[in-house]
């Protein structure tokens, strides 16, 4: 018993003064060999990527015996370029890096790296992998285990797990050697089984038959020892099979056809088979399923305009809605747009309006009928230098159905015309209204005018004048008189007293000449105005020369006096027929 206690003890102080050569010895020589990468980043705009690349991995020992502890590191990415050295990583068992690019406090992207060993620079197009489910890593170039161990094809009917630093059972007193686990590790050589945080050997420290650990003696835990175990359970990659088999208990069997799509489906969601569609079709949702139908601006008329049928299809009629892209023309009702919009009824317009406008609760602010009558409620126009805001250009008759309201121009009759309480009539035309000029002159002198175009007046119509002159001082008569051309129509002469004087003359307009009479005049002052005695002038007239009415002012004797034409007025009255 006491040769016991002191072999246990010598046993126990080897294992330590070993444990600390081997900590402070040869393993602490070892220096893991690294692998550089280098690479230029850009972002999808073509600009160099700026911020920080941010490295994680968990703990894994080298191909050559290097402890790596589990950590992070952070790199800085400068107008584009990455740089850093790492441990390999392919050559161990499923170790790989987290690599998350930042920039601006915003983490961009992450991807996971598998760095194989290697003395020549490597690029991260070398190193990336993808992270498969189950925890392995696809290496690069690998498509399918990776280093995972399996060797299999990812996708087939795996049940392997992980089981991470398992406590196994069994007494830890210094005495026991066998310890179990709670599953069989599947491969064996998975497991991974550590006391006091320095991981065991096979065969030198322990052996392993299916879950029970044996220890070789003089190795067994001490007590307070603490032993873990990592290990995975389940064999991967060792049945491959088709993408769609009947090994998987979500999907069914199938043969893959090229083009074939896997949708979830049905009202017991299953992954199915898709058909590739027929040509020029496109992979929409109808709102539950993936379906093929027709794609958008696919096979349609150059111009035409896509718009959805009573079926739901997207459609074109290039012969009644249509784009002309080379004038800048739409064309509705019409493949062939005149204007920059042109609508065209269709045989069946009937009585619906071309185009309407309506306000946001749906009523009609504005129309034009099939007729082509535009109804609106208002109307505000400007004329400018240029061009008046309105202009009727007439017709030689008046409208067969005019309809209250109306207002035309008709230019055989040359009037104006509006509809009024179920008659038309025409409207007064004031040709000229204006003041005029001043004269202190003994010989006339033309203090206005007012000019009369040539067709302008109708058989029938007929013409008022007014006139109204002013007289300053009181040295001498004046004189007034109207010419319409050469022909003088009236003369008057005022008293030196009177200080306001007004005419009045009318005539009508026949074929041969307009008839001058029943002038009348009035004054303010000394004399007592009167009516003037019937002076008629008859003056003819030539319908294609423009005439021209000319007013003349002089004093009867030579003084300081003045006569002024304050207001002449000429209006005409247009003919109208019994209405």
């Known amino acids: 018993m006491v040769w016991n206690s002191i072999q246990g003890a010598s046993i126990r102080s080897l294992c330590f003064l070993l444990a600390l050569f081997f900590a402070t010895g040869e393993i602490g020589r070892t220096q893991p060999v690294l692998t550089k990468i280098q690479d230029m980043v850009y972002l999808a705009d073509g600009s160099r990527f700026n911020g920080l690349a941010f490295i994680d991995w968990k703990s894994f020992d080298t191909a050559n015996g290097s402890v790596i502890g589990r950590n992070s590191k952070v790199v800085r990415i400068v107008d584009g370029l990455l740089q850093v050295q790492l441990a390999p990583t392919t050559n161990t068992n499923n170790t790989y890096y987290s690599v998350k690019y930042s920039s601006a406090g915003r983490v961009l992207f992450t991807e996971v790296w598998a ?80 006391r006091n945080g320095l991981r065991l050997s096979v065969a030198d420290d322990y052996t392993l038959a299916g879950n029970t650990i044996t220890f070789v003696s003089g190795a067994q835990p001490q007590t307070g020892d603490l032993l873990r175990a990592t290990y995975r359970t389940g064999i991967f990659g060792t049945a ?4 769609l088999s009947d090994l998987h208990t979500d999907t069914f069997a199938e043969t893959v056809v090229r083009g074939d799509l896997l949708v979830g489906q049905g009202t017991t969601t299953r992954w199915m088979r898709l058909p590739l569609g027929a040509a020029n079709r496109c992979l929409t949702s109808n709102g539950q399923d993936a379906v093929w139908n027709a794609c958008l601006f696919t096979g349609f008329t150059t111009g035409a305009i896509p718009f959805v049928n009573s079926s739901s299809i997207l459609t074109q009629d290039s012969a009644s809605f249509f784009w002309d892209a080379t004038n800048k023309r739409l064309g509705l009702g019409t493949g062939s747009p005149a ?7 269709s045989g069946s317009q009937g009585s619906t309006d071309l185009t309407r406008w309506v306000n946001a609760a749906g009523s009609t602010l504005a129309s034009v009928s099939s007729a082509g009558t535009l109804a609106v409620q208002k109307m505000n126009v400007s004329s400018n230098a240029q061009f008046a805001a309105l202009n009727d250009s007439g017709f030689g008759a008046d409208p067969q159905f005019p309809a209250s309201g109306d207002f035309w121009f008709n230019n055989s009759q040359r009037a104006r015309k509006t509809f009024e309480a179920g008659q ?9 209204s204006v003041g005029g000029g001043a004269t202190s002159s003994t010989t006339n002198v033309v203090v206005g005018s007012c000019s009369i175009p040539q067709t302008f007046f109708d058989s029938g119509d007929r013409i008022e004048i007014s006139l109204n002159f002013e007289h300053s001082g009181s040295a001498s008569a004046f004189i007034t008189e109207m010419f319409i051309g050469s ?13 306001l004087a007004f005419v009045r003359g009318s005539g009508g307009y ?64 247009p003919a109208q027929f019994n209405p």
């Open 339 to 345: 204007a920059n919009l042109t609508i065209r009824a």
């Open 115 to 194: 760095v194989s060993p290697s003395s020549a620079t490597l690029k991260i197009r070398d190193v990336r992998a993808i992270l498969l489910p189950g925890g392995f890593v696809s290496a690069p170039g690998n498509s399918g285990g990776g280093n995972s161990g399996g060797g299999g094809v990812i996708g087939e009917n795996g049940t392997g797990a992980f089981v991470d630093l398992e406590t196994p059972t069994g007494l830890i007193n210094g005495s026991n050697l066998v310890f179990t686990l709670a599953s069989t590790p599947s491969p064996l050589s998975s497991l991974e089984l550590y």
């Open 240 to 243: 491959p099979h088709n993408l």
């Open 424 to 432: 038309v009539h025409p409207i007064t035309q004031v040709l000229c």
């Open 487 to 499: 022909t003088s129509v009236f003369s008057r002469q005022f008293d030196s007293t009177d200080t």
């Open 510 to 573: 026949y074929p041969t000449g307009v008839a001058f009479g029943n002038h009348s005049f009035g004054t303010a002052g000394a004399s007592a105005g009167s009516a003037m005695a019937g002076q008629a002038s008859n003056v003819t007239l030539t319908p294609t020369t423009a005439t021209q009415i000319t007013f003349s002012a002089r004093l009867a004797t030579a003084s300081s006096d003045v006569v002024t034409l304050r207001n002449y007025t000429v209006v005409r009255f």
